[in-house]
């Protein structure tokens, strides 16, 4: 079978798998991620509708047999590493025959039940796990509205971006340990702050605590140490992006951060979608971005259209609401100044070497309206401008209790490309 | 048999097998580490003089059979992982099985010469692996006179340090990737700087290129997230210690580094020495740690001695030098005003959790004096007092071709817990 040349699906493309037309797995998606089957098998999946792919499964029956994956064993695991390790050239041609085989005119699948009881399973018995076991954890800060947001808040909104912002990809290494499924809660952490007008700092519960919309990519194969990945090859090694949620203690932060940047004010957890929606599925959505004055240096520059159109929202739910929250904010991941070929072209300018399954995240997307803002710091301003939900409540910062709720889209012609939802609610602190 | 109470090796503890009185190996060391042995096994192994024991051979032997090791399986492995997440009665234990083994009157393995073949291992022919597979790399900034020589030549001499640095140890996330053994070759990364007066950027090869003296501590096994580990529990968490070079590049890291933190600077190498010497084989060295004024809150309050005196030496080699380098630095691990029980408190006050075999470093352990700077920028302060080294040579920084040479040793009663090396050679940055 020849592979398809353009990496997306077409957008009129059906399968015989039933789909809601507004569902986020459309045949056009098949995004990739880990799950534990019914049968308690952990799995490297992807998804139509609302069915789980077993990808081990159409493997053992041959039917990646003529692809770049054969004989590699990259689907009986329990995460994608080994699968981003093997590069663009499987990726692609492993999900072409997913929509090969998926197709409403392919009897292979269709037509055989024993074949579609192995590989089909109801997501509803479906455990999802993380996708990767990370690496390392890179976060960015990559979008201006939010860079100038904060900077008029805390310095001078004369001078809101500070000297180096536009000239790099500003960024800094997080915690993968504490990175997490949706669903996951949140404990609000303890840890130091300082009162204002205090000359010594006391302990207890953060009372700031927030969120942070942001979108993130997983690299694979990855560069050898001392070898950079010039930006337009950068995207060779993504194998795609997931919704994050970088929750945030501003008060912790304010008290530690200087000189070396945030730690304890972001370590204890960062909220990840489970659904690896793949730079093919995204190719559609592809659009010029920014145009970036001053010019960047020459390994920054981007010579074709790494944008993306990706619809985002927050939705936040506190305890008294019922269904599905009230949409706080919402953005668009096009609003990023610096592109994901040029954050890992930065990143790995110095030799910095990465590994199969890094996360490298944008930093908060927000968009130039006060409804756009991706935190609630900015959202609030400040807690200065307290937000009103629905039932009268009030929020300046995150409150025990509130889950917060991040959903992504592309809108297709005819379909959407989703990438799921990105959860978390927040506990109480621990006492003492 | 019973296990040592006391944790330590005796002073007068001598060995069958012949140890030179420098060696940095005596039986009273036994640190633990991995390595390629010469018939190409991977393997978890200790060392004796110049002899490395192979573990999973005592194993099948038996020789752990009656201990907390027995039937875990954590030898016959390339990395320290499994060993560290094992626990503390286990790595006690399987250590005082060793001492046991290797005693001067102990016929097991001195009068077993099949035996002793299979375990002990000629140095020359094995090659050191990284100990440990990294999770996590954090480093953190826990040298008051570090801070404050950095602090008095980029801010203010009369508050040289800042507000936060006295009432918490300071820390910020490395880069794990690039985490590589004593021995492997540092390319000089490139990236952007800002020349003086400019107000943009220019891209080239970092022009000041410094090391830095810093050991680290390996974690396991660890707590789950949302748990705290306890300041007064902490050991329990530490499997031992190794030298650390953090690798520096100061005109890329001004730059950058405000105001999230040093990136580019310090992601391209950190280099670690092999043996993680056991707190056990250190629990001589210990001694009460500097008096904190203002008393920490009560989270990071220490009630033991956990400060360590360990002897560090910082030996440059230039391309014209014969040897083992010249000597440029002489410091203590005694001079951190954090302890390594302090820091992981920090770390995890939040709930942050930590896995085995996480990486988790002093910063630049300067003493009070100008020989005992543990970095070039404070040796050469800035550049504006060049090293000058044997032979006419001089350094502000390091040039291409210099290799640092870091060295770590207890001086003991009649014997010395040696950390070995951790050596890197500065090769000349890519072109272009």
Redesign the interface.
């Known amino acids: 079978m020849t592979l398809h040349s353009d990496p997306s699906v077409a957008p009129d493309a059906r399968s015989f798998v039933d789909v809601a037309t507004d569902s986020p797995f459309p045949i056009q998606n098949l995004p990739f991620g880990a799950a534990r089957l019914s049968n308690d098998r952990e799995r490297v999946v992807s998804r139509i509708g609302s069915w789980i792919i077993d990808l081990a499964a159409l493997d053992a029956a041959g039917h990646f047999a003529d692809t770049p994956a054969a004989g590699k064993a990259l689907f009986d695991l329990p995460s994608l590493n080994r699968f981003s390790a093997a590069g663009r050239p499987t990726w692609r041609a492993v999900r072409s025959r997913l929509a090969a085989l998926l197709a409403a005119d392919a009897p292979t699948l269709r037509d055989d039940e024993t074949l579609r009881a192995a590989v089909l399973h109801d997501s509803t018995n479906v455990t999802m796990l993380m996708p990767m076991e990370i ?2 954890y890179t976060d960015f ?1 990559s979008s201006r509205e939010h860079a100038t947001n904060v900077g008029t808040m805390f310095r001078d909104p004369e001078n809101a971006l ?3 912002w536009l ?2 990809p ?9 990175v ?1 499924l949706d669903g996951t809660p949140v ?1 609000r ?4 702050t ?1 009162p204002a007008d205090a ?5 207890g519960p953060s009372r700031l605590l927030d969120f942070e919309l942001e979108m993130g990519f997983f690299t694979g194969p990855g560069n050898a ?2 070898e ?1 990945i010039p930006v337009d090859q950068a995207d060779a090694h993504i194998l795609g992006l997931v919704l994050v949620n970088d929750w945030s ?1 501003r008060d ?1 932060q304010k ?10 004010a972001k ?3 960062t909220t990840i979608s489970p659904w690896v929606i793949t730079l093919d599925a995204l190719a559609p959505f592809r659009e010029a971005g920014p145009v970036q004055d ?1 010019k960047p ?3 920054l520059q981007e010579s074709d259209a790494w944008s993306l159109d990706i619809q985002l929202e927050v939705a936040l739910r506190t305890e008294t609401m019922r269904g599905e929250g009230h949409v706080i904010a919402r953005s668009n991941a096009r609003h990023l100044y610096w592109n994901i070929r040029q954050q890992l072209a ?2 790995t ?7 199969p399954g ?1 996360l490298m995240a944008s930093g908060t997307i927000s968009g130039p309206t006060p409804d756009s803002r991706g935190s609630m710091l900015e959202l609030a301003w400040r807690g200065t401008q307290p937000l009103s939900l629905p039932g009268g409540e009030e929020r300046r910062f995150l409150a025990d209790g509130d889950e917060v709720i991040l959903r992504g889209w592309c809108e297709g012609d005819g379909y959407r490309i989703g990438f799921g939802e990105a959860r978390g609610i927040v ?1 109480p602190a ?1 006492e003492g």
Do not use: K, M
Request: aromatic residues 12%; contains cysteine; charged residues 15%.
């Open positions: 690496g390392d800060y500070l000297p180096n000239h790099l500003v960024g800094y290494h997080g915690r993968a340990s504490s997490v404990r952490p303890r840890g130091q300082i000359d010594a700092p006391v302990f140490l001392g950079p203690a912790i008290w530690e951060y200087v000189p070396l940047g945030p730690f304890n370590n204890f957890a001053p240096l020459p390994y930065h990143h300018i110095t030799g910095c070497n990465t590994r890094d506990l621990l």
